[in-house]
């Protein structure tokens, strides 16, 4: 686990970061809290929540914040695969929705959850970042009822830089290795900012057996992100108007949006000092 210490930049000074857009209402005192202390309850760690659209990297942030701050992260979509492979009543319920192709109802998604929490907490864990979850308005609703959320953080990708991505996705039909082909290159213009985020090549042993995903078309990239904001505009007001709601524009790539993200929430990674230090 990597050490971690609360830098004392207090929220004015980082909210100051050009990325981050916030909101003016009452809650902003809220969000400032949040942001501010650690520890946000006495006795527990970070209790978080990341939302985004779909290839917008939010497994990749959560996975790292999971690690810095030495919390699981629990991604919905990997409970529900869990559950597929161990035998049981609901995992024959979940396979015949999946094989119907209906969607997984917010009482199974919420069942899991909440087995997943207790679990955890008979382990001795003592707070989670939720990596897709909640995806509804009432998934949010349930999930108060569940289990305090300190803290919502909403990754956002500019939507052509987004689109690029997910029509770049790769995986290599041997090793089921994923990569991206994408290479983003957006000039600046009129003031806002250029985005360069370069593309993540496979090796050359995988080089010849990329395959794409049959429903990586620009169509279907399309829709899926107008049904995801439908869903989550409602989730990302829900968590506004009660202080938690952290926006981030990720800047680029991981080497540019990790430093800002961490700025953000006022946290220190010493393992990156550390690579610079010795780069
Ligand atoms: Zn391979």
Redesign the pocket.
Known sequence: MAVLSRSVAPFRRSCCVGSIRRFCSGADSKLAAALRTGKPVEGRNVQWVFLGCPGVGKGTYAARLSNLLGVPHISTGDLVRQELSTPGPLSSQLAEIVKQGKLITDEIIIDLLSKRLEAGESKGETGFILDGFPRTIRQAEILEGVTDIDLVINLKLREEALIAKCLGRRM??????NYNVACIDIKGKHGSPGMYMPPLL??P??ES?LIMRADDTEDVVKERLRIYNELSLPVEEFYRSRGKLLEFDLPGGIPESWPKLLQALSLVDHEDDKKSAAA
């Open positions: 290599c039909s041997e090793c089921g290795g496979p090796p042993h995988c057996k």
